[in-house]
């Protein structure tokens, strides 16, 4: 594709006109970057979108006059870095064009209230009305697939998710981690600004931010007073420093799995942010839904895209089944079944095939626990008490630090209630049925009439719905998935994209 300078609006429709690809945009404002190189080269190797940098300091989003005369700009090295990192085209508007003289037709923005009352909204009033403002304008302009940016501005993310979603707009955010310059500090155009003295001062205040960090991981705690004492004692002039929950900006409790500690510090006429996320334990996504539904395919290959464990508790409730039927244990009998519990070991192992297999106190059971035989009688033996405290437990003690992907029928609401993302996959019975009866692990199923299948699976549904303890049931804060007109793949993606919203790329940098 030949590589393209476009500076007017109205050449931009037709521009987008004589493409057949979907657009990847990377907003700047210029004087770029190794961040904004990071962002253009991530944009490249994600999919075979074209890729469009915009360059254009927005005047609207500058509180001091002064700011924004000194801004730096270099447009021709702009111009090759883009270029030379992955850019097919190059959007380079003028003021005028892109807030044209006595245009009604352009839409001022109001961000978020709730998202841009804290942090640098307190000082820089309008602020964010101005990134909202240009950014709405550019992406009705555009029209991109994918709208590429920096974890750097946290809350400028937090308010333009905001943005897309309020006005409903058809384009997806993907961020990539704050980048960081060799001595710590994170990358910004303003940098160039600084005087040796000022970047040592933003040095420590980073450098500060990162200790934190290592604490937390340690200690789960942060000194707010102790950090700003230590800042102040190195005369560096704090504009604010706050631990807050990473996506309300409200104040952080004890029980946010990830929090955000954010500050802003002045050196000189320049004014620099910094942040870290601190986390408790890493990430869980919980995937409930009925027999059939596709949960343990979709749950393997998130797993795996995601580099988590696969914690596959359906499979722990069948390995007990066929224990206790292999045994011949009456386990109706509560004490003898509570002695039985307490000589079993689950386990989990991976095997050549990049998959896993099941053992029940060292034997595999891959393969055995498929069969119809165990699905006739799994959903009764987890509706015993005894075994599903046994097994819940177990759970748990796997999911302590995080990591993990599980799926089954009572993780959001019973085994991981407090996970960062909650899928309730579902599908109708008539899918269901024809998944299982094609089942290449289950010959069994493949046997079996499709009628006989259903009645077979609203059977277990009702078992699953109505049993006493931890029944299945869609989690209050689970996200509905029905997946009969989704591929597996479509389905995976859909879920990745949940997590990518709702965890920082910054937690996956250790």
Not at 366 to 387: A, D, G, Y
């Amino acid at each position: 594709m030949k590589k393209v300078i476009i500076r007017k609006t109205e050449e931009i429709e037709n521009w987008r006109n004589n493409i057949s690809s979907d657009i990847n945009f990377i907003p700047t404002m210029g004087n770029l970057h190794n961040g904004h190189i990071k962002l253009i080269s991530t944009a490249k190797d994600d999919n075979s979108n074209v890729n469009l940098v915009s360059i254009f300091v927005n005047p609207l989003q500058f509180d001091n006059k002064s700011d924004l005369e000194n801004y730096p700009q270099t447009i021709d090295n702009d111009i090759k870095i883009s270029f030379a990192n992955g850019a097919d085209a190059i959007f380079i508007p003028s003021t005028e064009d892109i807030y044209p003289p006595n245009n009604k037709n352009i839409k001022f923005i109001k961000a978020s209230l709730e998202l841009s009352s804290a942090l640098c909204g307190l000082n820089r009033i309008g602020h964010f009305d101005g990134v909202c403002t240009v950014i709405y304008r550019l992406l009705n302009l555009i029209k991109p697939k994918n709208l590429y940016l920096g974890e750097k501005d946290w809350q400028q993310l937090l308010i333009l998710r905001n943005l897309i979603l309020t006005k409903k707009l058809n384009v997806a955010i993907k961020s990539i981690p704050t980048q960081r310059d060799f001595d710590g500090i994170p990358l910004s155009s303003r940098n160039v600004n600084l005087s040796k003295n000022e970047r040592e001062l933003i040095r420590v205040f980073s450098n500060e931010l990162l200790l934190a960090k290592k604490i937390f991981q340690q200690e789960k705690k942060v000194n707010l007073k102790e950090i700003i004492k230590k800042l102040s004692a190195k005369k560096i002039s704090i504009e604010y420093l706050e631990h807050l929950h990473p996506y309300t900006l409200q104040q952080s409790s004890v029980e946010d799995n990830i929090s955000i500690l954010a500050g802003a510090i002045r050196c000189g006429e320049t004014r620099l942010i910094d942040h870290i996320f601190l986390m408790r334990r890493r990430p869980i996504i919980a995937i409930d839904g009925p027999a059939g539904s596709g949960k343990s395919t979709v749950t393997k290959l998130i797993a795996k895209k995601l580099k988590l464990l696969y914690l596959d508790t359906g499979a722990m409730y069948r390995a007990l089944s066929w224990l206790l039927k292999k045994e011949n244990i009456d386990y109706q009998k509560e004490k003898k079944l509570q002695n039985i519990l307490k000589g079993i070991s689950i386990m989990f192992k991976s095997n050549g095939n990049a998959n896993q297999d099941v053992f029940i106190n060292n034997y595999c059971v891959t393969n055995e626990i498929r069969s119809q035989e165990i699905s006739s009688i799994v959903s009764k033996i987890s509706s015993i008490k005894e075994v599903r405290k046994f097994l819940v437990e177990e759970q748990r003690k796997i999911g302590e630090s995080g990591g993990l992907v599980a799926e089954g029928r009572d993780i959001g609401t019973t085994v991981f209630p407090d996970a960062e993302l909650k899928v309730f996959l579902t599908a109708s019975i008539d899918e269901r049925a024809k998944r299982r009866k094609s089942d290449k692990k289950s010959e069994d199923s493949q046997k079996m009439d499709l009628n006989k299948l259903k009645e077979l699976i609203k059977r277990r549904d009702f078992e699953d719905s109505n049993r006493e303890i931890s029944p299945l049931k869609k989690a209050n804060d689970a996200i509905e998935i029905i997946t009969d007109k989704y591929s597996i793949d479509e389905v995976v993606d859909k879920i990745i994209d949940l997590y990518n919203e709702r965890i920082p790329k910054e937690t996956e940098i250790k």
